[in-house]
């Protein structure tokens, strides 16, 4: 996709094409809480649910030459970023056909193709290799965008308000996407920031800012284009703020003592996929058959996944310190 | 240091000069070589390393950046997986703990966990050790602590041949290389080929060869064990110094064959004795050269306390080359 | 049918406790409903269906905790006579590890070695070049008892000279042991034996007041016996006269308890199984004797066997505690050695040695008649505490009478 104006072009084809994105992510994640449950995924795993708008909406603005940084809950970006199904699968199942060639799992989803950087554990952890990503296309001269995804969480590590300082005073074509999902695993944000109100601290670092109803993956859209736009245009960061909702629990294992189920019902009624589906239906866009055949469609391509995860391969003990080092230093690097 | 008669085709000078001439060296030579780091720039260098350097090359490729070690050590990761070279440095090996997650959570994982897709060719330099009476926040040395992590290598240079050579290997491999600059070697002053380039990055060297007895060591305390080494042949005892030069990977092959030679071996560390770098190389030898060894082995590392402030106390907490003396002798069963 | 399972919810969950069914049989579930409540270690977490169909029935109770995997409950999912399983949640197979790489050149198993057997000197492989390899152990020991290293073999790594190569040189504990995990007491230490056995021996001639009988027995019986039977056998099964003497004062020992048991505590406990101590020598000045246990109601080939591995293991090192602490009588015999009568000094805390001579050919009056007859000198050291002569000279007449009747013992 090429980068357009700001204005998303609601054609009938588009909403269906981000319907599809949604509901592909939200299934998928369904089937990995599911073959989880059976252990045939391990470790940890951290589902996307209600939070589908954001990658959904940002990621298809951003070109293939851009670059996308994100966290351990990004089976979502990667597959919206176009990362087949099959090969994020087998990264989830250890398998060597795998992303990551297996040795990643779920949290640890890279891809050079779609310049996807990863997954990554640790809170904050990506914002500083964004920064040098960004500072790259800087040196050079470029016009790439380095979209960078964290979640509320992130804002408290020192690693935050670093990268964004390096990124004004520098002047980096970074686009800081934060997930405000209310929780930082099981801390409320209200618990863990002075200042809640995530949009106002770019303030403080002379970043653009925008705050956006994470929800509403129209909307998303919008703003991501205005975004994208403005880092492509200006050479200088961006710092969209979406306000969204977790509907999972932060992880599998996690029996969610610090919210209530109240809370979850009230945000699920406006969770995104309903929400779009309802509007869409409303204002007579989709016909009756669409969402049916775009979850046949979609279930076809999970089940396609699954099967390749299952059949994939281990990869052999023997080479387990493979690639601890380059291979063409030729030193055994031990 | 007397003064000599120049000879032809050397040159005499620092290690710091030396230092800055391979930063130089490598940004005149490959345009994806930057340096970044606190006060490089303007200040000149912590060390007056980069002194001059900015009004030579301009603030893109000599980069001031703010008090973030963790911010500026990831930005250097991501240049690096973007194709850059950058050489970032970190004040100290003190200040380098903010960056620590950086180094072992990214840089050092990065392309074993993405199934060797991304790699991060990257330099980090860092001062080290103590004897200038900073007291304890400011004294460490740390080079074991990093040599003990797989996916990146370590170096300290000790003469003016690897402060001006390593710099350009490890900005041509392909994985993070960290090198360490002892504090007290900025200013040793010696000769050095005027056409001096760059050298190995996996090797140790035998600085001194001797059949009694080696004496492992690497960075600052090289000078003196070398030290320690002129008061023992005094006394009849010929020590053979290795100076390790990369400390991750460690050359085995040349420890090996030192200690086969002379049967005994003393190691000496700047880290602090107890899981030191010591013990890895004492180990080693232990596991690969047992039936040589005809004395147990001995190291000589810093005293398990903060490196503390006044002069007597500093002395007496970090290797010095009389305890280097005893070491050996009592190796030899003398006293 | 298809199976709702107990799920695993995270790395370190092991099991789950069912606290409550949000359903009952019955009501129909789909896909993503949260069905049951299970209690783990993190709190309580609601588990949701992944399929879509008609509680059947439920196959655990509410309360149970169950490891993650047991089926809950079963599920008539839609549309299917024959309903699809969960998938089996069966592991994936451990990767077949490939052929590991060597490192060449280190060997890492030592090679293996001969225990030699009885033969007293194990004539070296290689004796040690100069530069060999010896372990500073070995050095040590070469140096402390004056052994010459180039006349060691190595049995350690790359056939480097440990420590119990030396001592194996010295004639001392036998081979060293190919298989090190084998369980065996403490290598024998032959400083620390003698002091033992001072120890005992002076304890014993202190405390124990020694009275000694000494008897004259004809064994010609035994030895034609002996040939004809052992006529039929290979000669690592053959019978020695050692055994029929053990034998016999085995049985002896049951019928005059007073022999056989232990003084402790100023009196006497007899035992009621016979153990026989086997004193044995050992290259190098030790001495030990370990018990057969129940030696009275072995058979004679059941004897030999074990007596032959109670020595072979003896000098090697390797006896049990038990059967050091365990003989309720000693026999010790010097016959090989040539000495015609031994009196042995009583092991405490038992109450009697039977010493056994050499056999010799002797003037014999049989029958009247002067003939050679073969004969040993049978000797008893009783303790006084607990038998006077009369009993020691009857239990001696009974090992004598017995030994006239070897195919009876």
Redesign the interface.
């Known amino acids: 996709m090429t980068a357009r104006a700001d204005k998303p072009h609601l054609s009938r084809e588009h909403m269906l094409d981000i319907l599809k994105k949604m509901i592909r992510i939200r299934r998928f994640e ?1 089937k990995c ?2 073959l ?5 995924i ?3 795993l951290h589902l996307y649910d209600g939070e589908e708008a954001v990658a959904a909406g940002v990621i298809p603005v951003l070109d293939q030459r851009d ?1 996308i940084v994100a966290t351990y809950r990004e089976h979502g970006h990667a597959l919206v970023r176009g990362v087949p199904m099959t090969k994020v699968m087998a990264e989830m ?1 250890g398998k ?1 056909e ?7 799992g779920s949290m ?1 989803l ?3 193709d779609y310049n996807f ?2 997954g ?3 809170v904050g ?1 990506g ?11 800087h ?1 050079r001269g470029g016009d790439h965008v380095i979209a960078c995804f964290f979640g509320e969480g992130a804002v408290a590590e ?2 935050f308000h ?2 964004m ?2 990124a004004a ?2 002047g980096l074509p970074v686009l800081f996407v934060c997930e405000n999902n209310l929780y930082a695993m099981g801390t409320a944000l209200a618990l863990s920031e002075s200042e809640t109100d995530i949009e106002h601290k770019a303030a403080c670092y002379k970043i653009d800012a925008e705050a956006v109803d994470g929800m509403d993956v129209v909307a998303v859209e919008a703003a991501a284009r205005r975004a994208v736009h403005a880092v492509r245009g200006s050479r200088k960061p961006y710092f969209l703020e979406c306000r969204t909702y977790r509907l999972r ?1 932060h ?7 610090y919210r209530e189920k109240s809370e979850i019902e009230a945000w699920r009624h406006r969770e995104p996929i309903v929400r779009f589906q309802t509007w869409l239906q409303a204002n007579h866009i989709i016909h009756p058959d669409d969402v049916p055949r775009i979850e046949a469609d979609v279930d076809a391509e999970i089940a396609d996944a699954v099967a390749f995860a299952e059949a994939g ?6 080479e387990l ?6 291979e ?2 030729g ?4 | 240091m007397q003064q000599e008669t120049v000879r032809a085709g050397t040159i005499e000078t620092t290690y710091r000069e030396a230092v800055k001439q391979a930063i130089r060296d490598a940004i005149k030579r490959d345009e994806r070589v930057f340096l970044m780091g606190e006060d490089v720039g303007r200040y000149g260098g912590c060390y007056a390393v980069s002194k001059g350097l900015l009004a030579e090359f301009g603030p893109e490729r000599i980069r001031d950046t703010p008090l973030s070690e963790s911010g500026f050590t990831g930005a250097g990761i991501g240049a690096a997986m973007a194709g850059m070279r950058p050489i970032v440095e970190v004040m100290t090996v003190n200040f380098s703990l903010l960056a620590l997650d950086q180094i072992m959570n990214t840089a050092a994982t990065v392309r074993h966990m993405s199934g060797n897709q991304f790699g991060v060719p990257l330099v980090i330099r860092m001062a080290t050790g103590a004897g200038k009476q900073l007291a304890a926040q400011h004294s460490h040395s740390l080079e074991g602590w990093y040599a003990h992590i797989p996916g990146i290598k370590v170096l300290a240079p000790a003469t003016l041949e690897d402060a001006r050579g390593m710099l350009w290997t490890a900005l041509q491999d392909p994985d993070p290389v960290l090198i360490f600059e002892n504090v007290m070697l900025y200013n040793m002053s010696g000769k050095l080929a005027a056409d001096a380039g760059a050298v190995d990055i996996d090797k140790a060297a035998v600085r001194r060869p001797g059949s009694d007895i080696s004496l492992v060591t690497y960075g600052g305390s090289l000078w003196k064990t070398l030290e320690a080494a002129t008061a023992l042949a005094v006394e009849g005892i010929e020590a053979e110094v290795v100076d390790l030069r990369s400390l991750r990977p460690l050359d085995d092959a040349t420890i090996m064959a030192s200690v086969a030679k002379t049967r005994r071996a003393v190691i000496v560390d700047e880290g602090w004795r107890s899981g030191s770098l010591a013990a890895e190389v004492g180990m080693r030898i232990v596991e690969q050269a047992f039936w040589s060894l005809d004395a147990p082995l001995g190291r000589v590392c810093s005293e398990e306390v903060p490196i503390p402030y006044p002069a007597h106390l500093e002395n007496a907490a970090i290797p010095q080359a009389d305890k280097v003396v005893a070491a050996a002798k009592a190796a030899l069963g003398r006293k | 049918m298809a199976e709702f399972r107990m799920p695993s919810l995270g790395a370190d969950m092991e099991a789950g406790t069912l606290v409550q069914w949000l359903v009952k049989p019955g009501d129909r579930v789909k896909h993503g409903d949260i069905i049951a409540v299970v209690e783990t270690q993190k709190g309580a977490i609601e588990i949701e269906s992944f399929q879509t169909g008609q509680i059947e029935k439920f196959l655990v109770d509410v309360g149970t905790k169950v490891p993650v995997g047991t089926p809950l409950a079963e599920i008539r999912t839609e549309g299917e006579t024959k309903p699809a399983a969960a998938p089996a949640a069966a592991l994936p197979k451990a990767p077949a590890a490939p052929k590991p790489k060597v490192p060449p050149a280190s060997a890492a198993a030592p090679s293996p070695v001969q225990a030699p057997v009885r033969a007293p000197a194990t004539p070296p492989a290689a004796p040690a070049a100069p530069g060999a390899r010896v372990s500073p152990a070995a050095r040590r020991l070469a140096e402390q008892r004056g052994i010459d290293l180039s006349t060691v073999s190595g049995t350690g790594p790359q056939g480097a000279i440990t420590y119990a190569d030396v001592e194996a040189r010295l004639g001392v504990a036998g081979a060293p042991a190919a298989a090190p995990e084998r369980k065996r007491a403490p290598a024998l230490n032959l400083d620390a034996m003698r002091t033992a056995i001072a120890a005992a021996m002076a304890r014993s001639k202190r405390e124990i007041p020694h009275y000694y009988l000494e008897h004259q027995v004809d064994v010609t019986a035994c030895e034609q016996w002996l040939a004809q039977k052992n006529a039929a056998l290979p000669p690592d099964a053959r019978l020695l006269i050692g055994v029929l003497a053990l034998k016999a004062v085995a049985l002896a020992a049951r019928r005059y308890p007073a022999f056989n048991g232990f003084y402790r505590d100023n009196k006497f406990e007899p035992s009621q199984a016979v153990h026989t101590g086997v004193a044995i020598a050992i290259r190098g000045g030790g001495l030990t004797a370990p018990a057969l246990h129940d030696a009275d109601k072995l058979t004679l080939d059941d004897l030999m066997g074990r007596m032959r591995d109670l020595i072979q293991r003896t000098r090697a090192g390797r006896i049990r505690s038990s059967e050091i602490a365990d003989p309720t009588i000693t026999v010790s015999s010097l016959g090989e050695r040539g000495v015609e009568a031994l009196y042995g000094i009583i092991y405490p805390p038992q109450v009697a040695i039977i010493g056994f001579g050499k056999v010799v050919v002797r003037p014999w009056i049989v029958d009247g008649a002067i003939g050679p007859r073969s004969v040993v000198t049978i000797t008893l050291s009783a303790d006084h505490r607990v038998s006077d002569g009369h009993a020691g000279a009857l239990f001696l007449a009974e090992i004598g009478r017995l030994l006239q009747e070897p195919d009876k013992l």
């Open positions: 369904d809480a599911e989880y449950t059976q252990e045939k391990r470790g940890f670059h199942y060597q795998g992303c990551s060639h297996g040795r990643g640890h890279f891809d050079r950087h990863g990554n554990a640790i952890g914002l500083p290799m964004a920064v040098g990503l960004a500072l790259a296309d040196m020192g690693e670093e990268s300082n390096l005073l520098w629990a992880s599998m294992f996690d029996a969610q003592l391969t281990w990869e052999p003990v023997g310190t493979r690639f601890t080092y380059a063409s230093a030193l055994a690097g031990q």
